[in-house]
């Protein structure tokens, strides 16, 4: 196993885990929010999917399956269209209804596809590529896709927590 396909792994867990915390959830469910400055589960898993199709299409140079393949359209979200996620406040995370489940999945079954595709696309030569020289030491690559994976992992959990949370009250 090479560290491409550990990668690769690591992003299949992600699209599993968005799949378990997404089950079944009713729109109502998924904007549900442990208090008022909590993020809720549908805007944890959108900004997931958000923040992986954002970066690793930038590592390729490509464009993000969010805005290529009108996912930006289907959900219809009140918010820019480019829009990550990042840094969002109380009304931006509130900003993140009107979705469903199967939304959330199908998006985030196509950045991971995408993001298969960008993999298999590389070398692990291409993982020790320097890409960002402002920070000591500069990032690389294979450092970036780990961020990327392990912040995805996080929020994966975070939603999962919710999840919890809202089931049993």
């Not at 990550?84 to 509130?94: N, R, S």
């Not at 298969?116 to 990032?139: F, H, K, N």
């Not at 939603?159 to 049993?168: L, N």
């Amino acid at each position: 196993m090479t560290a491409l396909d550990v990668l690769t792994e690591g992003f299949a867990r992600v699209r599993d885990g968005v799949r378990e915390a997404a089950a079944d959830l009713a729109p109502e469910q998924l904007e549900a929010r442990p208090d008022e400055d909590a993020n809720s589960i549908g805007w944890l898993l959108w900004h997931t999917s958000r923040v992986q199709d954002a970066q690793m299409a930038a590592l390729a140079g490509s464009d993000e399956v969010w805005l290529a393949d009108g996912w930006v359209d289907r959900f219809g979200l009140a918010l820019d269209r480019e829009d990550t996620g990042f840094g969002h406040d109380h009304d931006q995370v509130a900003a993140v209804r009107g979705i469903t489940a199967e939304q959330l999945t199908a998006y985030q079954d196509a950045t991971f596809e995408r993001t298969r595709q960008i993999l298999a696309g590389m070398t692990d030569a291409d993982l020790g590529r320097v890409i960002d020289e402002s920070y000591d030491p500069p990032v690389t690559v294979g450092v970036r896709v780990l961020s990327i994976l392990a912040d995805d992992l996080e929020h994966v959990g975070q939603a999962a927590y919710v999840r919890g949370i809202i089931e049993r009250g």
